[in-house]
């Protein structure tokens, strides 16, 4: 087990090392920064200073050096360039270092502290309402099975997966929002409470798909479990049906699901750009929208990072599950 | 293949589920579309009930656009002023009929040396946030902070008038003379000529004070446009923060002079479209909103129901075409008259219903001497038009084509609208569109652009803020001219000056009218329009109107809560008779 996890956790990081070197000379095939940032009215001594403050006038190998915390510090307005004995400090993401926002005028890690929690407020209710509804339709439709009412779950499951987050937002909004009043338009709110009632309609959007998937996979499994042997001999000991369902079969069916939760989570922070987006949620996905419009190559830099990562926890933690859940999975060998 | 045994169907019995499957779906899909919720007419939401101010709640509001910065020393937009009248006070203020009022200062002050110094008291017990009281000194000191090269405020040509100023501004001077702190709560203001606009700029947010020792550490610590994003100042409302793109959110300063603010927090949302922000304002989730966008500003316009909970107000601004009086033909006034005279205003006010008025004269509506039957006023009237071409020798139109500088799509709009009536005169019009950075910088020169779309927003409640900046010729330089139609009078420029001194109210507002007639007349400018802003608020926002220097002002505002919802939204206007 040890050894799956460690060689597993260091696939991860070469994969999360290769994505991060990829995006970091992309911002400069993209556009020169400071110019997107100063504007295009922003004299050229203007543009050098900024250059020279954030360390964009050195050649870019050692730009990325740095920010990989490889070499010293080359960001003239960091603490740590110059520190008070003399000497050179690191300011790269070795050190922890993300840098600081181009737009934001704050450090990296104060705008995703800022946003992060807004965005995994929302992934989580989304996950909630994919696990009590696809779980809830699935097994209807598997005890079911073959009558209208499966054919109608699955009908909406068809359908569910197949409509794109862009094309639900907006009419949810039109309709639940702007017309029957019983969401608000978009936007985050101003209090605890007023967060979570924000979040329930982008979260539902988002969990349509997911639900949906679940809906699916929960109804084959629970038809599949139904016929084993173990299922059989409760029935036959006179166990009534529901008992049967809920003690024996949901428990076996459960096991894909839990893959399936840890291959979304990264989906649930990255994939909401699109939904965070129509619904004016200011999360992570809208922050990576904007940082990419401003080429806010900092902010940019951790949010890619911070995907990668969630990537990666999120795969190897579905690996850890199923390894934990499922005897007859042995990782060692 | 079916798994589990199950007795099957027969046929015709299947083709009858179907088809009632079928027939219940179409069953269904009527009855949505016979119920389809449609757009409420009214608010969704009202107060609570309570008749007298209530303490506490947030205001929410939308400000279109991002914040510039939250320093006012730099605050020169609509937005930024907006929310710096929150976070500051000045020395004066204006109340609800634009009369000047003391703020901080304990009195208007004390005028002597035939209007040339002024003399002001403070008030006791008037803090800063961070709770130190506010002394002359900070008055002082803002102002030199205001008024340095170094700081590089737009604010300075309004206060070069104090004595020592320019001298101060290009480093020379290590004080500003003219200003001088002779107590702890006693400040005097010394002119080099008598200005009566200069109380105008001491309400100004540039010189609203900031306290020395938390703009010092900052700007070392942060950078000099630190400020703008952690002020501190003295007026109703605290910082709490600013999420830059997201929002600004400020609280209730409960050591303030005056009567408390009763809202408790107020939170300004950046980034929202105006079409979304008037989506979201008739949803409930806005409590203010500011020129909506244009589809939902008709339609609160017209809805009986949002009636009591909108204004429309002229805002203090003007739109016109700018003629250069140095470049032929524009060097002849009848040119300029006969353009002035051969555009029709109304056919702006019917395609932009209830957003803007014909103008007719350089001062908008609202500001004195503004007079509607200006006997020199202009306005469409092809027959005059075409006799002034026929006085400046032109009877058969002009030979070439005028090029008209425009700044972008909506003026361009604008221009096609006048292409027409200008043709009736014999005048062919070449449209140049530049980005407004080019605009800016090339029609400030002399002699560079012929005709241009121009416009001018007040930066405080007085006719020599129009008048003195865009047509006296002392506003014309080589570049960045102000005066951008390179108008030169010695007669005006005579009579601006004298009434920028006039102490007596009548006698100056004469001479501005006398001003005004001229402007009209010379036609340096053919006037467009007036803009007209609309303000919306729901039923639960209480003692909310437009300022009308200000615009944007929430101070006094307190919320009905809590709130309850309509039960019966109204979602149809009663037929009309």
Known sequence: MMRFIVQRASWGVLVVMSVVTLVFFLIFVAGDPAVTILGPQARAEQIADFKAKKGLDQPVPEQFMSYLGLMPCIRKDSPKYLRADGTRGFCGILQGDLGESYSHHESVANVIGYRLPRTLLLASLAVLFELVIGLTAGIIAALRRNRWSDTAIMFATFIGISL??????????????????WFPFGGYGVDPLDHIYHALLPALILAI?????????????????????????????????????????????????????????PFLVGGAIITEKIFAWPGLGLLTIESIESLDAPVIMAVVLMFGVAVQVGNLLADIAVAALDPRIRLSD | MRSTPKTERSRPARWLSVGIAVLGAAVLLGWVVAHFPKAPIGPRYVGAGHQSPQSGGTLVFSAGSNIHTLDPHFAYDTLSTAACRLLYDGLLDYDYDGNMIPSLAAQLPTVSDAGRAFRFELRNGIKFHNGREITAHDISWSLHRLLSETTGSPGYPFYKSIVGTPAYHRGEAERIEGIRVIDDKTIEFQLDEADQTFLNALAMPFAYPLPKEHVEKLEAAEGPDAVGRHPVGAGPFAFSRWERGVQVELHRFEDYWAPQARVERMVFLENISPDVASARFRNGDLDVIHRPSKVNRLFIRESKAWAPYRAEVPSPSVYAIGLNCELPPFDNVHVRRAVAFAIDRSKLERLNPGEV??????????????????????QFDLERAKEEMRLAGFPDGLSEPITLWVRGEGDVRGAQLFQQDLKEIGIEIDLKMVSFATYLKETGKPRVAQAAFTGWHQDFPDPSNFMDILFHSRSIHPVNSENRSFYRNPKLDAILDSARAEVDREKRLALYAEANAILAEDAPWAFLSYAVDMFAWQPYVKSFRPHPVWLNEYRNIWLDLPRKRVSQVIYEEEAAP
């Open chain 2, 357 to 378: 008025l014909a103008a007719s004269q350089v001062l908008p509506p609202m500001l004195a001497p503004y007079d509607p039957e200006l006997p020199t006023r202009q």
């Open chain 1, 164 to 181: 794109p987050t862009y094309v639900t937002g907006p009419i949810a909004l039109l309709l639940f929002a702007f017309l029957l009043g």
């Open chain 1, 209 to 265: 798909a997911g639900a949906a998937t679940y809906a699916r996979v929960m109804r084959g499994e629970l038809i599949e479990t139904l016929r084993h042997d173990h299922v059989r001999t409760a029935k036959a000991k006179g166990m009534p049906m529901s008992q049967v369902v809920l003690k024996h079969a949901i428990r076996n069916a459960l096991l894909p699901i839990v893959t399936l939760i840890g291959l979304s989570l």
